[in-house]
């Protein structure tokens, strides 16, 4: 029963350009949602986030948008460095369950 | 300073062995938690504790024993390991049970032979 999808496991993306991580969920009763960075060897880190009640919000070069009618969070980097290159794991809040879901994760690249 | 801290960082057991994995915050959190990411990746809640009181326990064998003797601690006991149990484990902390920002360990490298 999975209720976080990230369906691109792995992405590569020139530097400079803009990545775009995608995220989907099935559950409406999420109400705050989160990216977490992993670097290999390390714990995930936490990004950005955004609650329910809002579609945007940013934070430097990074903007995390939600579309809670089509239940779909996006991640936005903008311009790409090369340190952004990490597994970057979509995550929800369940409030009825005190506790945060996670995705699979997908593998960004940043080439030169 | 490590914020939360678990060790060992490496594990190499033989099946039917008995392992503890311990981990710390100085965070002054209230709330700790233990993660398995298996396999496919995914990072799978299995423990969270809250003041030394446990708060969630999915669906995990009792072969896994968490013993959280004080807030700042939480470590992971597992008995009778079997080869499904390699996986990366992740401690984490956070400031309260409800709160949706949490702080990960680097992780506990468990190998099963």
């Known amino acids: 029963d999975q209720q976080v999808k990230q369906n691109s496991p792995s992405l590569s993306v020139q530097e400079g350009r803009i990545s775009i991580l995608n995220c989907d969920y099935t559950?409406?009763?999420?109400?705050?949602f989160l990216w977490y960075k992993k670097y290999p060897a390390e714990g995930p880190t936490f990004l950005i986030s955004?609650?329910?009640?809002?579609d945007k919000n940013e934070d430097g070069r990074f903007t995390v948008f939600l579309n809670k009618s089509a239940k779909h969070l996006s991640l936005h980097i903008v311009p790409s460095q090369p340190g952004d290159s990490a597994v970057y794991f979509c995550?929800?809040?369940?409030?009825?369950?005190?506790?945060?879901?996670f995705g699979s994760g997908t593998r960004l690249s940043i080439r030169p | 300073d490590t914020a939360v801290s678990q060790t060992p960082k490496y594990l190499v057991t033989q099946m039917g062995n008995d392992k503890s994995i311990k981990c710390e915050q100085n965070?002054?959190?209230?709330?700790m938690y233990w993660y398995k990411q298996d396999s496919k990746k995914f990072l799978k809640i299995m423990f969270s504790?809250?003041?030394?009181?446990?708060?969630i326990n999915e669906t995990v064998p009792n072969r896994f024993s968490p013993k959280s003797p004080d807030k700042a601690h939480l470590n992971l006991h597992i008995n009778s390991l079997e080869l499904g149990d390699s996986a990366v484990y992740f401690c984490?902390?956070?400031?309260?049970?409800?709160?949706?920002?949490?702080?990960f360990g680097e992780g506990s490298w468990l190998t099963v032979v």
């Open positions: 965070l002054g959190h209230d709330t």
């Open positions: 995550a929800f809040w369940d409030s009825s369950a005190s506790k945060i879901i």
């Open positions: 559950n409406s009763m999420f109400d705050y």
């Open positions: 504790y809250n003041n030394k009181e446990l708060i």
């Open positions: 984490a902390s956070s400031p309260r049970d409800g709160g949706n920002t949490i702080y």
């Open positions: 955004i609650s329910s009640i809002k």
